[in-house]
C-alpha cells in the first residue's frame, strides 16, 4: 500500500501546484474532482488487497486454494443410519451394503471372482438343511476383508430365501442352516494371519447377523482343525453369541457323519 499512497500524494501535490498556476474557481473544482477519483481508486486497491490475502489465508486453516478455478463443492455426505435402517443393528459398518437395500443385488455381483471362491452355496445335506462352504481359508489383504464381508451377506441372504427365512427366530425355520468350514490350510506358520483376517470379516458382518440370522444356523462343523485348535478358538470364540457357540462343533472329515458330502 505504500507506493499506492506516495505516487497518490505526489500527483495530488502536482494537481495543487497546476491550481496555483492556473487559477480560478474552475481549475480549482476541476483539480478536486480529480484528487477525490485518485484517493478513491487508492481506497479501492488497498481494500482489494485486503480482502484478497484474507481469502488466500484460509490455506492455512485447511480451506481452499484460490490460486486458479475454484475447488467443486465437496460431495454431500452419505446418509445416516437411520435412514438406511441400520439403528436396529448396532455398530453395522454404513460401508456395507444390506438385503433390504436397492443396491444391494449389483453388490452381490460386484464381488471378484477371487472373493466368490471363498464361501459358497453348498446345495442341502440329507437332513434338508441348506449347506455355506468356507473352501479355502487364507490370509485376506486390506481390500479383500470388506469384499469378502459383502460376499458373505450375499451368501447368507441366498441360504435364507432358499429356506424361508424372513426374521429373527423364525418359527418353523431356525436350525435350517449348516456352514462348513475347512481348515486343512491352516497351519502353524500362516495361522495367525488367516485368523486376524477372519476376525476383520466376523466382526464387520457380526452386527447385522447376530440379529437378523438369531437362531438360524443349526451346526457350524470346523472339519479338520489343526492340533493348537484351542489357541485359534480363543480368538474367535468372543465374536460369536452364545447361541451360535453352541452350535459350533471340530470334526475330521474321515470320522464326520457323511464324510464323503463335505466335498461339494
Known amino acids: 500500500l505504500k ?34 477519483r485518485w484517493w478513491l481508486a487508492a481506497g479501492l486497491g488497498a481494500a482489494g488487497a485486503v480482502l484478497l490475502s484474507r481469502r488466500l489465508s484460509l490455506r492455512g486453516s485447511g480451506g481452499p486454494s484460490f490460486d486458479g478455478p475454484e475447488a467443486p463443492a465437496a460431495p454431500p455426505r452419505p446418509a445416516a443410519g437411520d435412514a438406511r435402517g441400520l439403528a436396529q443393528y448396532p455398530g453395522a459398518p454404513a460401508w456395507l451394503v444390506y438385503p433390504w437395500e436397492r443396491s444391494f443385488p449389483q453388490a452381490c455381483r460386484g464381488v471378484p471372482e477371487a472373493v466368490i471362491g471363498v464361501i459358497k452355496l453348498g446345495g442341502k445335506d440329507t437332513q434338508g438343511r441348506e449347506v455355506i462352504v468356507v473352501h479355502s481359508l487364507k490370509q485376506l489383504s486390506a481390500s479383500e476383508v470388506p469384499q469378502v464381508s459383502q460376499h458373505a451377506l450375499c451368501v447368507l441372504d441366498r441360504a435364507g430365501k432358499a429356506l424361508g427365512w424372513k426374521r429373527p427366530l423364525h418359527e418353523g425355520k431356525m436350525y435350517t442352516l449348516r456352514v462348513v468350514v475347512h481348515c486343512s490350510s491352516l497351519t502353524s506358520t500362516n495361522w495367525l494371519s488367516i485368523v486376524h483376517s477372519a476376525v476383520g470379516v466376523i466382526q464387520a458382518i457380526r452386527p447385522f447377523v447376530n440379529i437378523h440370522y438369531d437362531h ?20 474367535i470364540n468372543p465374536l460369536f453369541d452364545q447361541p451360535t457357540r453352541d452350535v459350533v462343533r471340530f470334526l475330521r472329515s474321515t470320522s464326520a457323519v457323511g464324510g464323503a458330502s463335505f466335498d461339494f
Request: aromatic fraction near 10%; hydrophobic fraction near 40%.
Open 3 to 36: 507506493p499506492a499512497r506516495s505516487c497518490t500524494r505526489e500527483r495530488v501535490a502536482r494537481l495543487r501546484g497546476g491550481e496555483r498556476q492556473m487559477g480560478g474557481a474552475a481549475q480549482s473544482a476541476w483539480v478536486r474532482r480529480r484528487t477525490a
Open 216 to 235: 438360524f444356523p443349526g451346526s457350524i462343523d470346523i472339519l479338520d482343525p489343526p492340533s493348537f485348535v484351542s489357541a485359534v478358538w480363543a480368538f
